[in-house]
């Protein structure tokens, strides 16, 4: 399994660190692309460089945090191929891989405390796409990346 990668905004930034140890205890393997501290930067630019890993084959999944989650994952939608979803419960969290085969989680600091951020990136990362009468969707998604 290819790492996967995770990246924040300052707003996020506090949160993602609580993440990768979250993910190092479970000896999940990932690749920070920052931001590496407080300091005010534009989570377009974090976003962005997620979902190229995800494009270009170095990974599979992403994670990214900023203050709501919701900027992050609209400036990922508009990348081809990325499938992101801004959750704040585990039953959605689940049920975006199950039915839309999200591929990036998203998530606010300002949101979610870090015990039930954990538990979205468990579900998110132990549940699998079950494609079947899904997929006629996912490709209908998939065919706005025209
Ligand atoms: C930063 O203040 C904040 O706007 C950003 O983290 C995010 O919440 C945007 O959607």
Redo the contacts with the bound molecule.
Sequence with gaps: MLPIVIAS????FSLKEQVKKHLEEKGIEYKDLGTNSAESVD?PEYASKLCKEIQEGRSDLGILV???G???SMVANKHKGIRAACVSDVFSAKATRMHNAANVLCF?E?VVGAGLAFELVDAFLSTEYEGGRHQRRVDMVNSFDK
């Design positions: 905004d300052h707003a996020g989570y900023c203050g709501t919701i900027g992050m606010g300002r």
